[in-house]
């Protein structure tokens, strides 16, 4: 993973968001919620910009960042986004509505392992971006695979969790130690997978890409 210094020095070089978008960054910041690192969203909003998805499926919206940040990146994409905590929906909804995003962005409320059929109503999607409960993260994308575009992409974040899944040392809480070896198998599994081809960028907290096998 990149260093402290050359993350400090990169994001010295990213101009400023804008108010409302430093607004959701702050609050997160304050109140502990997970987002990508500025690095990291900086990093995969060029990826979709190459892309150019119609549409985007987001597993993990928590208070909204990610989707707000592609939809104002994206103009004409459409994201449907799952958030299960239900302060975090709300919250979620309010920044949507704050930034004028609603009209591309719509958030279901639920655990994402049971919508899939409210999912799959709403067609095929050129990116399933997986941002939510790590220890899942391989049934998240076994789901929802099958409602990928012929072209489309698998975007993963936190793949190598804050660099925990490379140590060698031992993990004392055992809930951290569950979670890195549910990710360490989660990037081997995909790493290995038969009909994908993936990497993984060392930015943020760890992205992997993954694309279907011979799709051009």
Do not use: C
């Amino acid at each position: 993973m990149l260093s402290q210094e050359v993350i400090n020095y990169i994001e010295t070089l990213i101009p400023e968001r804008e108010q409302e978008i430093k607004e959701i960054e702050d609050y997160a910041k304050e109140h502990a919620v997970p987002i990508m690192e500025l690095v990291g969203i900086e990093t995969m909003l060029q990826i979709v910009k190459l892309i150019q998805p119609a549409k985007i499926l987001e597993i993990g919206t928590a208070i909204g960042y990610s989707a707000i940040r592609m939809a104002k990146a994206l103009p004409n994409v459409k994201i449907v986004t799952i958030e299960r905590d239900q302060e975090r929906y709300e919250k979620a909804l309010y920044y949507i509505n704050k930034t004028n995003t609603a009209k591309q962005i719509e958030v279901l409320f639920g655990d994402a392992l049971e919508l899939y059929e409210q999912v799959a109503a709403r067609g095929l999607f050129d990116v399933v971006f997986i941002d939510a409960a790590k220890g899942q993260y391989l049934r998240f994308f076994e789901m929802y695979e099958p409602l990928l575009s012929k072209r489309g992409i698998v975007i993963t974040d936190n793949v190598l969790f804050k660099g925990l899944v490379a140590e060698n040392q031992p993990i004392e809480t055992k809930r951290i130690r569950n979670l890195v070896k549910k990710i360490r198998e989660y990037n081997e599994w995909l790493m290995n997978h038969p009909d994908y081809e993936t990497v993984i960028l060392p930015i943020g907290d760890g992205i992997a890409i993954s694309r279907k096998r011979g799709e051009q």
